[in-house]
Structure formats: structure tokens, C-alpha cells
């Protein structure tokens, strides 16, 4: 009987201490800090509080500070009136008052009146040194700088026009531009405000003598072709910049530093030390895939970045897929005035095995690349081929010169998931019988595609291509490789790779002189690396201009967008055909 009083003794303890624990906990959950500001609004009301935000601490395990709380309280009207005055608010009146309910609950009301806002009566900027008269700075003195007489005195325009006056120096080559007044004073009882600046140029700087490493993989003059600027141009931040991009996008260094010299500068002239690092010189890298147009793939890239030590670059590409085998070889020449241009010598085998068509080429080809900018290229080439084809009751070999233009110009900001942009391309090619040929024609090919961001993470993409033969032969003579079919991932989805086109007397596919191929498609974003598409294709090859019917599909996507690209998965389902299918299209790959 007494052990049992005793553990009913200690059980009714313990609830006690739990109940007393739990009213604690009750008023210290209770115990708060609460801002009201009112009188202000927008940025004003935003900037106050901001300056009356409570501070870390003041409230800390349901507890409040009642002494830091008084000193906060009395600090509050003096920071209300300093976060007025980058305004132009420098006589508003506040009160500031805290209220006290229940449980240790508190709120703080503060009550803006911001008063008259401070004019400029006088706004004097000033410019001397070497480029005062500079024509840039004047005209942004004069016509850009964000205060003028009779505005409100705004601190944030002050810095910005500051900043921006400076920088203006600086791109013009006056790197120790400085500001040698800088003065606002402010009369609070007329309301009225005078700001003065005078900034001293400094003498202009120029680029000086450029040092690349001496141990450098790469000829010096190789190296000059990523320049933007030349010893003696006006020295510019915003040119060295452009230099580091243009070195880190050349994927030949794994480290870029550029270092402007300023303190060693020699009559205004900045020597400029530019540190590299090259990647390795050789290369080999595997890569294993799966598309539905090329079913299961092997390739293997072998590539030397500095042949010779001189930046010129060779390539070996093997590929190895149910439809098709190629080993090609490429060698380019790097062009001195234009890191974009060059001239590449290329050759190689190339076997190609569809439902329509079996083609076999020996080829050789030399290119010449010219760049013009803004991803803008014209390249002439000319491609001598020995084609080995069967196309319906057709086996047949062909021995072509093609001489031809290729123009191209691209937008596309991003190689794996851009949000806009385009692309255009043109071809212009021929043979001419007698010549190293077997056949005479002439074939004009043309190809558009635009990428338009939509609002709600929507974007719709637009492609078209077409083609066209004018010819003075039997259709038989064009060889495989220069007839036209449509079909697959990147044409008609729907139907199967290279299934589309004109058909011969026993219905085989046997491929058109002209091509037509047209699309549309939606894509809504998800996340952020997947999208949801619904398409539309359309299109087919063709042998006359005035009568042809063109095959129709739509369908529905799931893209997942990774470093090598976007993975697509597209089922399409057939429109034009009597019986209509489903088809599957797959495009993945991966490489190392």
C-alpha cells in the first residue's frame, strides 16, 4: 500500500511538471514582434521596411529582449526619415509607437508622413582632363544622365548616372577616370537641392605589346586569330572580355587567363600577358546510340586538335549502324583573318541500306569555309563521288563531280536546349556530263526552321524544307545519294526512314527529282529539363511540280533535355494513308 501511494505521488508530479512545461511553451509560443507601416507605399513603403526589419535575436525562443526592444522602438523614427531620404524625402514627420496585448504580444505602428519631396535647383557636371571634349561623354552629360533641374533629388539616380558616366569613360580608354567632386547639398527648410560633379578623365590608354606563353602548343600567329584587338587600339575591358570567350569557346584550353598590365603601362600603352593552358592534343572518343531512323549505332571520333603543332585539325569518324557504315577522314585548315573560316580537305566511304534504297560511296572533297559573322557561313566546295546504287530494278554506278555553294546562317543560342532562334540554309549544286561526270543536272535546296518562345513556358517550332532538279538525263542516271525520299524522325513522322516518295511500276520507292517537307510543333516545358510536344508533319518527294499528294502525320512527344542533347521519344500516328498506323520514334544517344 505505501509503494503504491508513493508511484501515485510521482505520477501525479510528473503530470504537474507536464502541465507547467505546457503553459510555458504556450506563452512562449504566444510571444511575438509585429511591423505596420502605414502612410507610404510602393518603393517608399518597401525602403522603410527594409530599415525597421526586426532584428535576429530580439524575438528568440518565444522571448522577447524588453530592454534591446525599447532601444529598437526609440531608433525607429530616425530610421524611417534616413530610408525617406534617398527619395528626396528629407523632412517627413513619424510616429512610432509600440502596443503591447496579450500573451507578450507586440506591434509596432509606424506612421509615415513623407512631407514635401526635395527638387533640383542646380545640376553642374563637369568634365576635364584629356577627354573632355569627347563627344560620347558630352552627349551622355548632356541628354542621358538621370537627374536634370526641377526632378526629385533621387540618391539611386545620383549613383546610377555616376556609374554610368564612369563606365562611358572607360570603354572610351580612360581607365583612372575618377570623380574629383562629387557633391550634393540639400536645404531641408526650402525643400531645394544643388548637385555637383566634375569628372577627370585621365589620360586614354591604349592596348601595348601582347605576350602569349613561350611555351605555347600553338604558333603565334595561330594564336592572333582569337583576338579582338591589336596593339594600339583603345584599350577596352569589354575587348579582353570577348578575347577570353573566344579562347575558352575554341575548346582548346583547358585554362585562359588574360592579364591588362596597367601597372606597367608605358605612355599610356598596357601590355596585356595572356596565360593558356592547352587540353590534350589527341583524342578518342566512343560513342553508342540508338535511333529509329539508324537503329542501334557504334562510332568512334579520333581527333588531333593541333596537328603538326601548327592548330591545324585532323578527324576520323567511324560509324557503325543497322542502316548505315562510314568511315570518314577530314583535315582543316585554319584561316588567320577569321577564326570561322578555313579550308577542309575530306574523303572517306560511305554505305547507306534502307527499304527503298542501297547506296555505296567512295567520295573525295575539298570545302572552302568563309564566315561573315553573327553565325553566318558561304562555303564553296567541289566533291568528286563514285556511287554504287540499287533503287528498285535499278543497280547501277555513277561517277559525279559536284561542284556547289552551301549558305547557312544560325541564331540558336544554346546546342542542346535553346528557348529561340533560327535557321536558315541554302544549297546550290551540279554536275555537268563529260566533266568528270556521268550525268548533267542542277539542284537548288533550301531549309528553314524558327523557334518561338510563347508565354505559359510554351514554344511552337516551324520547319520547312524543299528541293528541286532540273535535269537533261534519264531519271535513272541520278544516283541515290541525289534522289529524294522523305520519312523518319527528322521529316514525316509517322513513316518509316526514307519510306516516302515516287514509286516505279513494280511499287518500289525509287525516290523524286523535287522534295517538299513542312511542320509545326508545340511544346509545353515541365520542370526543368523535360517537355511535353504535340506535332504535326507533313510532306513527300515528288517527280512533277503540278501533281504530287503529300503524306500526313501527327502525333505527340516526351523530351527529356540533357548535356548531349535532347532525348525524344515521339509516337506519330499517319493521316493520308487508307489504313493508318502508329509509329514509334526514338532519338537517344550517349558518348565518352
Not at 525643400?191 to 602548343?217: E, K, M, N, Q
Not at 577596352?236 to 578575347?243: C, H, I, M, Q, V
Not at 560509324?319 to 577530314?330: G, K, L, N, T
Not at 523518319?488 to 514509286?503: E, I, K, M, N, T
Amino acid at each position: 500500500m505505501i509503494f503504491f501511494c508513493i508511484r501515485l505521488s510521482i505520477l501525479f508530479l510528473m503530470l504537474v511538471v507536464t502541465c507547467i512545461s505546457q503553459q510555458k511553451s504556450v506563452a512562449a509560443a504566444e510571444a511575438s514582434l509585429v511591423l505596420v507601416v502605414s502612410g507610404v507605399e510602393g518603393e517608399l513603403r518597401e525602403n522603410v521596411e527594409a530599415a525597421l526589419a526586426i532584428p535576429r535575436g530580439l524575438v528568440r525562443d518565444g522571448q522577447i529582449n524588453h530592454l534591446w526592444l525599447r532601444r529598437y522602438v526609440r531608433q525607429a523614427r530616425q530610421k524611417v526619415r534616413d530610408a525617406l531620404k534617398p527619395f528626396g524625402y528629407y523632412r517627413a514627420e513619424v510616429d512610432a509607437h509600440l502596443e503591447e496585448g496579450p500573451g507578450q504580444h507586440f506591434l509596432l505602428r509606424a506612421l509615415v508622413q513623407p512631407g514635401p519631396p526635395t527638387n533640383l535647383e542646380d545640376v553642374s557636371i563637369e568634365l576635364t582632363g584629356p577627354g573632355r571634349d569627347e563627344k560620347v561623354l558630352q552627349q551622355y552629360v548632356k541628354e542621358s544622365f538621370p537627374l536634370v533641374e526641377g526632378d526629385v533629388l533621387r540618391h539611386d539616380l545620383y549613383e546610377k548616372g555616376k556609374s554610368q558616366l564612369a563606365d562611358a569613360a572607360v570603354d572610351l580608354g580612360y581607365i583612372k577616370a575618377k570623380f574629383t567632386t562629387h557633391i550634393i547639398t540639400v536645404d531641408p527648410e526650402i525643400d531645394r537641392a544643388r548637385l555637383s560633379l566634375t569628372l577627370d578623365t585621365g589620360p586614354r590608354y591604349r592596348f601595348g605589346r601582347i605576350v602569349f606563353p613561350a611555351d605555347s602548343a600553338y604558333p603565334e600567329r595561330f594564336l592572333q586569330r582569337y583576338l579582338t584587338f591589336k596593339s594600339g587600339d583603345v584599350f577596352t575591358y569589354a575587348a579582353l572580355g570577348r578575347t577570353h570567350s573566344r579562347l575558352i569557346d575554341s575548346d582548346l584550353f583547358q585554362n585562359v587567363a588574360i592579364f591588362p598590365r596597367i601597372e606597367t603601362a608605358d605612355e599610356s600603352r598596357v601590355p596585356i600577358e595572356i596565360l593558356l593552358k592547352p587540353k590534350a592534343r589527341r583524342t578518342l572518343r566512343p560513342g553508342v546510340g540508338y535511333g529509329t531512323d539508324t537503329g542501334a549505332r557504334f562510332s568512334l571520333l579520333y581527333r588531333d586538335i593541333n596537328a603538326w603543332q601548327i592548330g591545324h585539325r585532323f578527324d576520323t569518324d567511324l560509324i557503325i549502324a543497322e542502316v548505315r557504315q562510314s568511315i570518314d577522314f577530314s583535315y582543316m585548315f585554319p584561316h588567320y583573318r577569321d577564326i570561322h573560316s578555313s579550308t577542309v580537305i575530306k574523303g572517306g566511304f560511305d554505305r547507306e541500306k534502307t527499304d527503298s534504297y542501297i547506296s555505296r560511296i567512295l567520295f573525295t572533297e575539298a570545302e572552302l569555309v568563309q564566315s561573315f559573322g553573327r553565325g553566318k557561313r558561304l562555303s564553296l566546295y567541289a566533291r568528286l563521288q563514285r556511287e554504287s546504287y540499287e533503287v528498285g530494278l535499278t543497280d547501277e554506278t555513277s561517277q559525279l563531280l559536284i561542284p556547289g555553294l552551301r549558305w547557312s546562317q544560325r541564331t540558336y543560342e544554346s546546342p542542346t536546349r535553346p528557348l529561340k532562334g533560327y535557321h536558315l540554309g541554302l544549297e546550290i549544286r551540279g554536275t555537268r556530263k563529260n566533266y568528270l561526270s556521268d550525268t548533267s543536272l542542277l539542284q537548288i535546296l533550301g531549309e528553314a526552321n524558327v523557334l518561338i518562345p510563347l508565354p505559359g513556358r510554351v514554344s511552337v517550332f516551324l520547319r520547312g524544307k524543299g528541293a528541286t532538279t532540273r535535269q537533261e538525263d534519264e531519271f535513272e542516271d541520278i544516283p541515290a545519294s541525289l534522289r529524294f525520299f522523305t520519312g523518319g524522325d527528322r521529316s514525316v513522322r509517322g513513316f518509316a526512314y526514307q519510306s516516302l516518295g515516287p514509286v516505279d511500276n513494280a511499287g518500289n520507292v525509287v525516290g523524286g527529282k523535287h522534295l517538299l517537307i513542312g511542320g509545326i510543333e508545340l511544346e509545353r516545358a515541365v520542370a526543368e529539363k523535360w517537355g511535353l510536344a504535340v506535332f504535326y508533319d507533313t510532306g513527300n518527294a515528288f517527280n512533277t511540280l503540278s501533281d504530287y499528294e503529300l503524306a500526313r502525320a501527327a502525333g505527340i512527344g516526351l523530351h527529356w533535355y540533357t548535356l548531349i542533347g535532347p532525348i525524344k521519344i515521339d509516337v506519330a500516328r499517319q493521316l493520308s494513308v487508307t489504313d493508318p498506323s502508329y509509329r514509334l520514334h526514338l532519338s537517344v544517344g550517349f558518348a565518352w
